[in-house]
């Protein structure tokens, strides 16, 4: 059974900082897009961040350009999302996901991902 298990949520005053973390089990993402997203009350789901296999191209939602950094360690099967200078507007339940297309290229919409985690409520306090 494939599973994608966030962690590393939590309360954090604005301008810290949180460090999440996807572990994935049942098979292995070395070859496709990992991806984090995002979703607030009464708010469609959006893309925050993916990273392509082989680590070399990053995309970022533009409001998190320069704060967030999306990283994966495909020996560990995990994809990270480093988080800076959190504003309140960062409130949200983060979910990791992944593709099921090998050496794809970046996704950006919900309806290109296979795989989705539970989620882990990230709140910024202003």
């Known amino acids: 059974q494939v599973q994608l298990v966030e962690s590393g949520g939590g309360l954090v005053q604005a301008g810290g900082s949180l460090r999440l973390s996807c572990a994935a089990s049942?098979?292995?993402?070395?070859?496709?897009?990992m991806g984090w997203f995002r979703q607030s009350p009464e708010k469609e789901r959006e893309f925050v961040a993916a990273?392509?296999?082989?680590?070399?191209?990053?995309y970022y939602l533009d409001s998190v350009k320069g704060r967030f950094t999306i990283s994966r360690d495909n020996a560990k099967n995990t994809v990270y999302l480093q988080m800076n200078s959190l504003k309140p507007e960062d409130t949200a339940v983060y979910y990791c996901?992944?593709?099921?297309?090998?050496?794809?290229?970046?996704?950006?919409?919900?309806?290109?991902?296979?795989?989705w985690g539970q989620g882990t409520q990230v709140t910024v306090s202003s």
């Open positions: 990273i392509n296999w082989n680590r070399y191209n990053a």
């Open positions: 996901a992944a593709d099921n297309f090998p050496y794809g290229s970046i996704r950006y919409h919900v309806r290109e991902y296979d795989y």
């Open positions: 049942g098979r292995t993402f070395s070859s496709n897009v």
